[in-house]
């Protein structure tokens, strides 16, 4: 499959890793949702933060008590997202540079997996391909949560390519598959899902069981 928007994140990163994200950070510590009080009544435990970004949910995640490993495409970011814990007195319990193509855990490594707007960053086919690997690496029983960020007016008129796909890519190289609840729901066709709900940017999320 096509690498579309390969290294944008890293650079991305790069150029804001000087950035105090302690501000941006801060709404996340011991966030109340009912996202996490599902993860509760599931016996999540274990959670992989699947393309961290800054750590924002790693954060909100490991302040309710999980156990809490993380990884992004880039590596500038993953090491923000570290900084940014400890600052908070908290820890990872791992943490390393991966795609979410491949992550290179192991089958059923995690309890819940949470990947928060990730997937709309990706190709159509690579988000089918990202879904299957966050799957494969959520245990039988266990919890996958997913949000999609919707798009604006500006995201739809800013200058870009249209993908063979129908994604769009930008000058900087970044990669926007635009998701509406229909296609969500498509993407995840034949998976239970158990929750539907709405992040705090008006993001689609949605919990599935595995």
Known sequence: MPAYGEGFWE??????????????????????????DIFRQ????????AGCGYGAYALALASNGFDVTAFDVSETAVEIAGRLLDRYGLQLAGRKTASVLDTGYPDGAFDGVVCFSVLDHLTAPNGKAALRELLRITRPGGLLLLAFDTPDEDDL???????????????????????DAPAA??????????HRGTGPKGEIVVIVEK
């Open 11 to 36: 650079r991305n990163w790069e150029r804001d890793k000087d950035r105090d994200f302690l501000s941006y950070a801060k709404p996340y510590y011991r966030l109340a949702c009912p996202e996490i």
């Open 185 to 194: 729901e498509s993407l995840l066709a034949g998976l239970p899902i158990i």
């Open 157 to 179: 008129v800013r200058e870009h390519d249209l993908l063979p796909d129908g994604s769009f890519q930008y000058a900087n190289g970044m990669v926007f598959h635009p998701y």
């Open 42 to 49: 599931n016996d999540i435990r274990t959670v992989c933060d």
